[in-house]
C-alpha cells in the first residue's frame, strides 16, 4: 500500500493568513472612504481561509517505489517526481510555530533547481516526517540509491594544458556577423526610431533618427559581434573542452565533459538563412579558470556561428563523450501526441495578454482624465476603444498562423540514451538531453491548460537550460501521465 502524507491545515491557515494578512487590512482602510466597503474584509479573511483549505487538500506527498510523487496546486495542478536515485540529501527545517502545533518541513535536494520549490515537503506532522525521512534515507541507500556521485561544492581545479587539442570546426566569422548582428541590430534601431518619434511627437524625428541614430547603433552592434566572434576560439580533448575569449585581456574557461547536462544547437533566422547555429552547452555550474585555483567565471558556454553541418557534429561528439552517442531516433510524438487544441489554447493566452495590457490602458486614461490630465493628446476613449478592438483582432489571427505553424514543426524524438526535443517557426531550436542526466519529470497545468484539458511535461537536469527547452507541452492529460511514465522508466533505465 502506498503511504501518502499531507500537510496539517494548521499550518495551511498560517501560512496563507500571515502571506495575505495585509489584504483584509488595506480595505479595511479603504472602507473608510465608502462606508459599504466594511463588507469587503471580512469577505477577504474568507477567502483566505478558503483557499488554505483548497490548497491542503490538494497538497500530498506520495511514496513510490522509484520516488518521492508531490502533488499540489489550487488552479494549476502540478506533479513532480523527486526520484530517489537523484536525491542528494534530506534536511528537515522547523521553525518555533512548528515546534509547538507539531508540524515541520522536509528539503528534499536534488541537484536540479527545481527541487528547490518541488522539494519542499511542507506542514508535515512531526512524527510523519520522521518516518517519511527514515524512508528517503533507505531507499536512496538501497540499489535505488544514487546512480552518480554528488555534485562536488567545490570542482577540482583543471589542468594547465588540455591533452591532444584540436580545433575541429572553424567559426564563421564574417558569417555569423551579419547573421547574429543583424538579429540584434535590427529590434534595437526599431526601438531607438520609435521611441525618439514618440519621444518628440514628431515623424520628422523618427526620420532622421531612422537616418542617422538607427545605423549608427547598428554599425557598433556588428563591430561589437565582429570582435567577439574574430578573437572567440575553442579547443576539445578527450576529457575537457575550452573556450578562449582574447581581447584586451584573456579569459578562458575549461569544462569536463562529466559536467554536461545537455546541448542546445541554436539557430535565429537569419542564421537559418546563412546555414549557421550556436552549439550550447549546458553544464549547470560556473566554470574555473585554469591559471586561478579558485576564481569562478560566468562566460557562457556556446560555441557559436558553426556551419549546421559543423554544428550537428560537434553536437553529436560531445554526446559520445558524455555517454549518449547519436543514434537512430524514434519519433515520440506518433504515440503521445500534441493535442489539436493546442493552437488555440496559446492564441486565447496571446488574446488575454493583449486584453490585459488594453484594459490596464484603458484604466489609467480614465483616472489620468478624471483628473483632468489629458492622454495621448486627447485621443478620446471611444478611439482608443476601435484602435484596440482592431489590433486585438490582428494579433489574435497572427497569434493563431504563428501558433500553428509551430504546432505543426514541434518535434520530440528519442534514441535508447537521449530526449531530443525541436521547435520553432522562424528560428528553430533543438534540445538533447541524455536520460543520465535527468533529475525531475513534472507534468504541471496553467489556468488555460485547464480550460482546455491539456498539461506540460518538463524534465529537468542540473543545468538552467533545461528549465527553457526541456519541456513538451499541449498534450492532454491522459497523454501527459502516459509520457510520464515513459521517460522516467527511460531514465531509470540509463541510471542503473
Do not use: C
Not at 442 to 469: C, E, K, M, P, Y
Amino acid at each position: 500500500m502506498t503511504d501518502v502524507y499531507k500537510p496539517r491545515m494548521r499550518f495551511a491557515l498560517i501560512q496563507w493568513i500571515s502571506a495575505a494578512i495585509f489584504v483584509p487590512f488595506f480595505l479595511l482602510f479603504l472602507a473608510a472612504f465608502s462606508p459599504w466597503l466594511l463588507l469587503l474584509p471580512p469577505l477577504a479573511f474568507i477567502a483566505i481561509i478558503a483557499y488554505a483549505y483548497f490548497w491542503q487538500q490538494a497538497r500530498s506527498y506520495e511514496v513510490r517505489p522509484d520516488g518521492i510523487m508531490v502533488k499540489s496546486g489550487v488552479f494549476t495542478p502540478s506533479q513532480s517526481l523527486l526520484l530517489y536515485s537523484q536525491i542528494q540529501k534530506v534536511e528537515e527545517e522547523r521553525s518555533l510555530a512548528g515546534e509547538i502545533l507539531d508540524y515541520t518541513t522536509l528539503n528534499v535536494q536534488t541537484m536540479s533547481q527545481d527541487s528547490l520549490s518541488a522539494g519542499q515537503l511542507t506542514g508535515i506532522p512531526l512524527d510523519a516526517a520522521s518516518r517519511l525521512q527514515k524512508t528517503i534515507e533507505q531507499n536512496m541507500r538501497n540499489g535505488k540509491a544514487t546512480a552518480r556521485p554528488a555534485k562536488s561544492e567545490t570542482p577540482t581545479r583543471a589542468p594547465k594544458t588540455v591533452a591532444a587539442p584540436l580545433v575541429p570546426f572553424p567559426i564563421q566569422t564574417l558569417t555569423g556577423t551579419w547573421a547574429n548582428g543583424l538579429y540584434s541590430a535590427l529590434p534595437t534601431s526599431f526601438l531607438i526610431v520609435f521611441f525618439m518619434a514618440l519621444q518628440a511627437g514628431d515623424v520628422g524625428i523618427g526620420l532622421v533618427a531612422a537616418l542617422f541614430f538607427a545605423p549608427a547603433m547598428a554599425a557598433l552592434l556588428l563591430v561589437g559581434t565582429f570582435i567577439q566572434l574574430a578573437t572567440l576560439s575553442y579547443q576539445v580533448s578527450d576529457e575537457w573542452f575550452e573556450i578562449k575569449q582574447a581581447f584586451l585581456g584573456q579569459n578562458v574557461i575549461r569544462f569536463r565533459f562529466d559536467r554536461v547536462q545537455n546541448v542546445l544547437v541554436h539557430q535565429t533566422w537569419l542564421a537559418k538563412i546563412a546555414g549557421i547555429a550556436d552549439v550550447n552547452i549546458d553544464t549547470g555550474e560556473n566554470a574555473l579558470n585554469p591559471n586561478t585555483a579558485n576564481k569562478k567565471y560566468n562566460l557562457a558556454s556556446a560555441i557559436p556561428a558553426l556551419r549546421l553541418s559543423d554544428a550537428n557534429q560537434l553536437k553529436d561528439y560531445l554526446l559520445s563523450q558524455v555517454g549518449a552517442p547519436s543514434l537512430k531516433s524514434n519519433d515520440l510524438r506518433p504515440f503521445f501526441p500534441l493535442d489539436d487544441t493546442k493552437p488555440a489554447k496559446k492564441t486565447v493566452g496571446w488574446v488575454w495578454s493583449i486584453l490585459l495590457l488594453f484594459a490596464v490602458s484603458i484604466a489609467i486614461g480614465a483616472t489620468l482624465n478624471a483628473f483632468q490630465i489629458p492622454l495621448f493628446n486627447g485621443i478620446n476613449t471611444f478611439i482608443l476603444s476601435v484602435g484596440g478592438l482592431v489590433v486585438l483582432l490582428l494579433v489574435g489571427g497572427a497569434a493563431f498562423l504563428y501558433e500553428k505553424a509551430y504546432f505543426d514543426r514541434y518535434e520530440y524524438r528519442t534514441t535508447d540514451t537521449t530526449l531530443i526535443i525541436g521547435k520553432g517557426v522562424f528560428g528553430f531550436d533543438t534540445i538533447y538531453v541524455p536520460y543520465s542526466r535527468i533529475q525531475t519529470v513534472t507534468v504541471d497545468q496553467d489556468l488555460f491548460d485547464r480550460v482546455f484539458g491539456l498539461a506540460d511535461v518538463h524534465v529537468s537536469t542540473i543545468g538552467s537550460g533545461s528549465a527553457l527547452q526541456a519541456h513538451i507541452d499541449g498534450v492532454s492529460v491522459a497523454t501527459a501521465e502516459k509520457l510520464k511514465n515513459e521517460l522516467l522508466a527511460r531514465v531509470k533505465k540509463n541510471i542503473s
